[in-house]
């Protein structure tokens, strides 16, 4: 029950998240701090890399303290990004960072520039992100296939 309750919390979160969207504010950098959902500030504009690229990326990435790590990454076409996390089943507090991205030379990885803690490599596929390792390489192994986050 209490899974069920944090899911339509974050959904809930999310949905205010959207609804609330002020056009007109740019986008700044900011350190990954908790937050609520509300609170994290994402345009959606065109992107000259990849017009049809831009767009809400989620799903459950796997965590070594914690049941999941539930993930949402918004792509703007003006190269800013929102990425937006919860560790699932150890906390309600939603953390948050945004800033830029950068395309790696074959417009096939983006690079989430303000991110310096953690993975911030991410293979771009047809509506899905693929979390890269630390090194910018494919994640392999058994759990490989949960590293993808989809639009």
Known sequence: MKKIISAITFALSVFIFISCHESGKSSQSATEQPTTADSIYATRHDSSSNSSFDGVYT?????????????????????TYVKRTRHIGKSATIYGVKGTFTWNSEHTIILLSDIKEGPNQYLTGDYTL???????????????DQYVLKK
């Open 59 to 79: 799903g459950v990435l796997p965590c070594a303290d914690c049941k999941g790590l539930d993930t949402e990454i918004a792509i703007n076409k003006d190269n």
């Open 130 to 144: 693929t979390q890269l390792d630390m090194a910018g390489k494919k994640i392999t192994g058994n759990l490989a």
